[in-house]
């Protein structure tokens, strides 16, 4: 089983960055494929990123292509999500999560394991 924090959520205005990491419990972190998702205000929760256990493959929504980016470091058990270029639209609360084994997954009932989430704020 794998405990995870996220952190790195702000307020920040368009245009600006920021970068969130989600550190992860246990030995076996370099096994489990990791995904971000978030969750506007009154909407569904929705898939932002994705990447293997070994970080050789990586899967961005396109609402987030070419602006964010993903990435990890088993090393330090932690995965990342580099924002750049924010927008109001992005504000949301950003969850990590895990899965045992090692493809990309993007569907949130592929995911047993759940941050508690970060807030990110955008303004325009």
């Known amino acids: 089983q794998v405990q995870l924090v996220e952190s790195g959520g702000g307020l920040v205005q368009a245009g600006g960055s920021l970068r969130l990491s989600c550190a992860a419990s246990?030995?076996?972190?370099?096994?489990?494929?990791m995904g971000w998702f978030r969750q506007a205000p009154g909407k569904e929760r929705e898939f932002v990123a994705a990447?293997?256990?070994?970080?050789?493959?990586?899967y961005h929504a396109d609402s987030v292509k070419g602006r964010f980016t993903v990435s990890r470091d088993n090393a330090k058990n932690t995965v990342f999500l580099q924002m750049n270029n924010l927008k109001p639209e992005d504000t949301a609360v950003y969850y990590c999560?895990?899965?045992?084994?090692?493809?990309?997954?993007?569907?949130?009932?592929?995911?047993?394991?759940w941050g508690q989430g970060t807030q990110v704020t955008v303004s325009s």
């Open positions: 246990g030995r076996t972190f370099s096994s489990y494929a």
């Open positions: 999560a895990a899965s045992r084994g090692g493809g990309l997954r993007i569907g949130e009932y592929e995911y047993p394991y």
């Open positions: 990447i293997t256990w070994s970080g050789d493959s990586t």
